[in-house]
């Protein structure tokens, strides 16, 4: 266990998996978006924290993603 501030040891070893979303998900999941006046791209975060809110009845979910050197607003708001 780590104490607070403490770094954890490098790995070299690590999870990466891509999955493609089908064209009428991301019909879908833009028409809502454009309903809330956002961009797909948050709508899809929106809904990843809707499904983890349900899957663990929590509602102090932390969902984070990496926007450093986004230098442009449409840069800050595209997932990782």
Known sequence: MLSHGALAEPTAAYKRQAAGIPQETLDC??????????NWSTGLIAAVVAYLNRMTGRDDILFSLPVANRATAMAKQTPA
């Open 29 to 38: 999941l833009t028409a809502t978006a454009r309903l809330a006046r956002t």
